[in-house]
């Protein structure tokens, strides 16, 4: 129980001084320093922390493969692509509301840390013909790049669950593929479907363009996206070394001068995002040596309480407290293996409370870079996430109590 009250005392710290606007890398400093101090500081642990963070070989990827995102959304804007596709995609369409859903939706199958990043700005633009709040933007491009948690076979989370569950992953995308149509349902009846155009009903780039036009700005929008998925997944490259292929091919392609690309390179680095992403491995780290979690764990672990509800908390605390998928998998379903083997609702209930937890969690890496695109408020921006995620959770819970 102590283990609990000093990991809900870190939480609150950090979630209170984001709601004051202090810097998501500074927050997340201060909950580390304060879960270093709560759970017995010892300079070895903070040595340890402090080296992990800067010498691991995945501080440093997931650091340049965001650099990389960063120089590829700057190119996309900056030459016109990504108007240029939002046109051409009304042109396919014809729904604003549409758009808003298909384009984080689209980018959500790549399997990016921070990849909100790239529809950002394509949910922007979309939103031009209503009158949406910094919040409203985040909630939706935020929603919609995860509704594919559940059924994206190339996620490190899905992989993860399949490997420790001992469910093929065939299976598993099988029996969870409902919960991705849920999370579609719901976050269009709450988000999209109340949306109302502004008086201006502005839409951006509504002249028609011509059709040849049309096919040459969707090549160079989506040939980057998918070259960098098929790099990653095919051939089994680096996301970071991917994103900078892409990032020289797409400078080659279209003609950047060198004082473009020098731009491009200083725009890219946003030191406030970059020390986001340090203080959350930092946080992690800190969370990894201090031992709470393998004492939350126990603790619930030995409670008389159903088996659902044990693995459910115990994924929720994990999603909570690392911001992944793979995070929180690889905290809960060590547990399915000792509760109930091969129990594939336990595996429903676990990823979908886990799910949960990572998409409220302060250490989400996407929403730390929406929040940042947007300038939005955090407790703003969850609040509408925690409604969609009750209602998830109290959806699911009935269907499984119902179908077993």
């Known amino acids: 129980m102590v283990a609990v009250i000093k990991v809900l005392i870190t939480l609150v710290v950090i979630v209170g001084l984001l709601n004051r606007k202090v810097k998501m890398g500074n927050a997340m400093l201060a909950g580390s320093l304060l879960l270093f101090f709560l759970t017995g500081p010892t300079l070895g642990k903070l040595t340890a922390a402090s080296s992990t963070t800067v010498t691991s070989p995945s501080t440093w990827e997931i650091t340049i493969a965001l650099y990389f995102v960063m120089c590829l959304e700057y190119q996309l804007r900056t030459s016109g692509i990504i108007d240029g596709f939002m046109s051409s995609a009304r042109n396919i369409f014809k729904s604003e509301r549409l758009l808003l859903v298909l384009m984080p939706s689209f980018l959500g199958f790549l399997p990016s840390l921070g990849g909100a990043i790239f529809s950002a700005p394509m949910v922007e633009n979309a939103s031009r013909a209503y009158d949406l709040t910094a919040e409203k933007k985040t909630v939706i491009n935020y929603w919609f790049r995860h509704i594919w948690e559940f059924t994206n076979p190339l996620f490190t989370g899905m992989l993860l669950a399949s490997q420790l569950s001992g469910i093929p992953l065939g299976d598993l995308v099988t029996h969870m593929s409902w919960l991705t149509v849920l999370a579609l349902i719901t976050g269009w009846v709450l988000l999209i479907s109340p949306l109302k155009p502004n008086s201006a009903a502005a839409i951006a780039d509504s002249t028609p363009v011509e059709s040849s036009c049309n096919w040459r700005y969707i090549a160079l929008a989506t040939a980057p996206i998918l070259s960098n998925l098929a790099l990653v997944v095919l051939f089994n490259v680096s996301a970071s070394v991917s994103m900078a292929a892409v990032v020289a091919s797409m400078a080659l392609v279209l003609r950047q001068g060198v004082s473009d690309i020098r731009a491009m390179l200083s725009h890219a680095l946003d030191r406030k995002l970059l020390w986001g992403v340090f203080g959350i491995l930092f946080f992690q780290n800190i969370l990894r040596l201090s031992g709470v979690v393998g004492d939350i764990s126990v603790l619930l672990n030995n409670l008389a309480i ?53 998409m409220l969690s302060p250490a989400h890496l996407c929403l730390v870079v929406t929040l940042d695109y947007f300038k939005a408020s955090f407790f703003k921006s969850i609040r509408p996430v925690l409604i969609l995620e009750i209602i998830m959770v109290a959806v699911s819970y009935g269907v499984i109590s119902i179908w077993g």
């Open 306 to 358: 159903p088996a659902a509800v044990v693995v459910g908390i115990i994924a929720f605390m994990g999603g909570i407290l690392t911001g992944t998928s793979q995070g929180f998998v690889a905290i809960a379903f060590p547990f399915i293996a000792l509760l109930s083997p091969g129990d594939i609702s336990l595996v429903i209930v676990c990823f979908l409370m886990g799910t949960a937890g990572h």
